[in-house]
Structure formats: structure tokens, C-alpha cells
């Protein structure tokens, strides 16, 4: 952990002073990123320094649209999350200014509907924003810094079954992984190389 903390801490040294250092920490579906990102976030604030722990997943798509029988696994690349929107209202503003105070409609993974969430942070040092696909190439450009989060389809997937994230039985919980989610971060990795452009890769097994 020393090792991500210092590579961010180095960068955030090289940003200017009126702005957010944005580091990105990604990895395939179960990699423990949220793990991983809030024990660096507790170690960032201890170091005294403000951060922003935002979990791209509150932008997720309804299922109607995030999910498809016809094509599944890219679909779910291509539309899970709303990237766009999220970078556009929240990442980008709060990167610039510091401190943001937005009404947003977010969704949990369960959920059917939005629901309205109010971001607020102010004179934020360090925004560390954590999901899946973040490393899309048309996004890269963006990160000051970029963490990938290195972990086995397969310890993904136990860790995937124990947390029964989205209510769903093991045998629902294998189902989805091996026809939606794993197969779409192999088109992650044909099509972006997130691996590769990363600044630091960290074994989580």
C-alpha cells in the first residue's frame, strides 16, 4: 500500500495547488478495488491530506439498459456506467475547483429506479475514484494517476460468490460472471490495455 501511496503523494507534489489530484483505481469486476481504495483513503487522510472516495459504480446504468440477452457482454462494456455524465458533472468540476455540492441520480446495482444523492466536498487534495472500465482509452487522459488492481478471474469469483452483492445464488453469481462480466473486461483488455497504461499495478491475491 506504501507503494501506491507514495507514487500518488509524488504526483499530487507536480499538480498545481488550486486543483484536485485525480487518481484512478480499477481492476475487473471483484478485484477488490473498494478494498483497496478505502484503506489508501484512510492512509491519505491520516497523512493529512483531504480526499474524495467516489465509487463510479452510483453512476451504473438501470438494468434495462446495462444489461442485454442479444449481446451481453459488450453491451454491458459499452453501457454500464455513465461515464460521460459522471466525468462531465462530478469528476471533472471537482478535479478544477476543489469542492463541488451536486444533486445527482444514482442506482445501486439491485435498483430499478434512480434515486437523487447529493455529492458535497469541499477543498478536496485528492480525488480517488474507483470502478470498473475507468482505463477506457477515450478516459485515460484524464487521470493524473492510474492504479490497476491485479486479480485471477477465478479469486474474483470466490470473492464475488461470498459477498452476494446483487442477491444472487452461486450458481446465479457464476452465471453472470462468465457470460456478462468477465468476458466484458476481456473486450476491456483487447480494446484499452488498461494493464499497460497504468502507472502501478498492485497484486491483490
Given at each position: 500500500?506504501?507503494?501506491?501511496?507514495?507514487?500518488?503523494?509524488?504526483?499530487?507534489?507536480?499538480?498545481?495547488?488550486?486543483q484536485?489530484?485525480?487518481?484512478?483505481?480499477?481492476?475487473?469486476?471483484?478485484?477488490?478495488?473498494?478494498?483497496?481504495?478505502?484503506?489508501?483513503?484512510?492512509?491519505?487522510?491520516?497523512?493529512?491530506?483531504?480526499?474524495?472516495?467516489?465509487?463510479a459504480?452510483?453512476?451504473?446504468?438501470?438494468?434495462?439498459?446495462?444489461?442485454?440477452?442479444?449481446?451481453?457482454?459488450?453491451n454491458?462494456y459499452?453501457?454500464?456506467?455513465?461515464?460521460?455524465?459522471?466525468?462531465e458533472?462530478?469528476?471533472?468540476?471537482?478535479?478544477?475547483?476543489?469542492?463541488?455540492?451536486?444533486?445527482?441520480?444514482?442506482?445501486?446495482?439491485?435498483?430499478?429506479?434512480?434515486?437523487?444523492?447529493?455529492?458535497?466536498?469541499?477543498?478536496?487534495?485528492?480525488?480517488?475514484?474507483?470502478?470498473?472500465?475507468?482505463?477506457?482509452?477515450?478516459?485515460?487522459?484524464?487521470?493524473?494517476?492510474?492504479?490497476?488492481?491485479?486479480?485471477?478471474?477465478?479469486?474474483?469469483?470466490?470473492r464475488?460468490?461470498?459477498?452476494?452483492?446483487?442477491?444472487?445464488?452461486?450458481a446465479?453469481?457464476?452465471?453472470?460472471?462468465?457470460?456478462?462480466?468477465?468476458?466484458?473486461?476481456?473486450i476491456?483488455f483487447?480494446?484499452?490495455?488498461?494493464?499497460?497504461?497504468?502507472?502501478?499495478?498492485?497484486?491483490?491475491?
Open positions: 500500500m506504501n507503494e501506491i501511496t507514495n507514487l500518488i503523494l509524488s504526483k499530487r507534489k507536480e499538480m498545481p495547488a488550486e484536485s489530484l485525480l487518481a484512478g483505481i480499477s481492476g475487473i469486476d471483484a478485484s477488490g478495488k473498494g478494498f483497496v481504495t478505502a484503506k489508501l483513503a484512510k492512509e491519505l487522510e491520516f497523512k493529512g491530506f483531504s480526499v474524495a472516495n467516489i465509487n459504480d452510483g453512476w451504473l446504468n438501470l438494468p434495462q439498459i446495462r444489461f442485454d440477452k442479444t449481446n451481453p457482454a459488450e454491458f459499452e453501457n454500464a456506467i455513465r461515464f460521460e455524465e459522471m466525468f458533472r462530478l469528476i471533472l468540476p471537482l478535479k478544477e475547483n476543489r469542492s463541488i455540492n451536486l444533486n445527482a441520480d444514482l442506482a445501486e446495482e439491485t435498483a430499478a429506479e434512480f434515486r437523487r444523492y447529493e455529492y458535497f466536498y469541499k477543498d478536496i487534495d485528492i480525488i480517488l475514484l474507483e470502478g470498473i472500465f475507468l482505463f477506457k482509452n477515450r478516459f485515460k487522459n484524464l487521470f493524473d494517476v492510474q492504479i490497476w488492481i491485479e486479480c485471477p478471474f477465478d479469486i474474483a469469483l470466490k464475488a460468490i461470498a459477498r452476494s452483492q446483487e442477491g444472487l445464488s452461486a446465479e453469481t457464476i452465471k453472470a460472471y462468465e457470460t456478462i462480466y468477465f468476458p466484458a473486461q476481456k476491456h483487447a480494446k484499452d490495455a488498461p494493464q499497460a497504461s497504468a502507472d502501478l499495478v498492485w497484486q491483490n491475491v
